[in-house]
């Protein structure tokens, strides 16, 4: 199984609102990534955890909070988002520790904040 | 400047066609991707490199450390490659930095 899954697939939200983005891999993989996309512009590194711990934080504004149960799952906690915060949110995973693997990306969830 | 940088931004063949796309960076790098994004968001791996180059069907990845440069080829392209191509640098072992990525219109 070489999938990355993400739910929801379409995402719309108000300003006010509480949600969750969730990523699950059952590769075994150890670092698991959040990316953020804007149209037509490249994916912007978020977060990225390594052995259920956050090693990388981008600066990301504190109304996204990310969260690693277990190796297989990563959540994104939205809340207070503004409408600039309005793009595809991708999670991606790799075999992680020291040394450069591909990484593996899920198909997005399209995020609307109204 | 972005460290890493795509050419070029738009390309557009017809369907039989070879394409190249270029990738430089500007900084030491360990290991560079080839990603592929079809409209519609989901990204694929199309090649992770380090030195050489590697073939998978009708594509081919080359890298150049020393001149700090990677070439994805297409050959007989087909209108099914339509889709943005990226290079993104491994700068570090968990972080990627993405090029602005190329995208390809390839016609019938």
């Known amino acids: 199984d070489t999938e990355v ?3 929801p697939k379409h995402l719309v939200m108000g300003m006010t609102n509480k949600k969750s983005l969730k ?3 059952h590769m075994g993989h150890r670092a698991m990534y959040w990316y953020k996309q804007k149209a037509k512009k490249p994916p912007e590194l978020m977060f990225v955890y390594s052995y259920e711990k956050l090693s990388i934080n981008e600066s ?3 109304r996204f909070s990310p969260e690693c149960p277990n190796s297989s799952l990563l959540n994104l906690h939205l ?3 503004q409408p600039e915060d ?3 949110y991708l999670c991606a995973s790799s075999q992680g520790g020291q040394a450069y693997y591909e990484q593996y990306f899920g198909p997005g ?3 609307t904040v109204t | 400047k972005n460290e890493v940088e795509q050419s070029p931004q738009n390309l557009t063949a017809q369907e039989g066609e070879f394409i190249t796309i270029n990738c430089s960076y500007s900084v030491g790098i360990s290991a560079l991707h080839w990603l592929q994004q079809h409209p519609g968001g ?3 791996s199309l090649f992770m490199l380090s030195s050489g180059k590697k073939k998978h069907g009708r594509l081919i990845a080359t890298i150049n450390i020393q001149e700090k440069h990677s070439s994805l080829h297409i050959t007989a392209s087909h209108p099914r490659d339509s889709a943005v191509y ?3 640098a491994h700068m570090d072992t968990d972080k990627l930095i993405f090029g602005t990525g190329t995208r390809l219109q390839v016609f019938p």
Do not use: Y
């Open chain 1, 5 to 7: 899954t993400q739910t």
């Open chain 2, 42 to 44: 989901g990204i694929v």
């Open chain 1, 79 to 81: 809340h207070a988002l």
């Open chain 1, 109 to 111: 969830t399209r995020l």
């Open chain 2, 86 to 88: 990226i290079c993104a």
């Open chain 1, 23 to 25: 990523c699950e891999q």
């Open chain 1, 86 to 88: 309005s793009a595809l």
């Open chain 1, 60 to 62: 990301v504004p504190s």
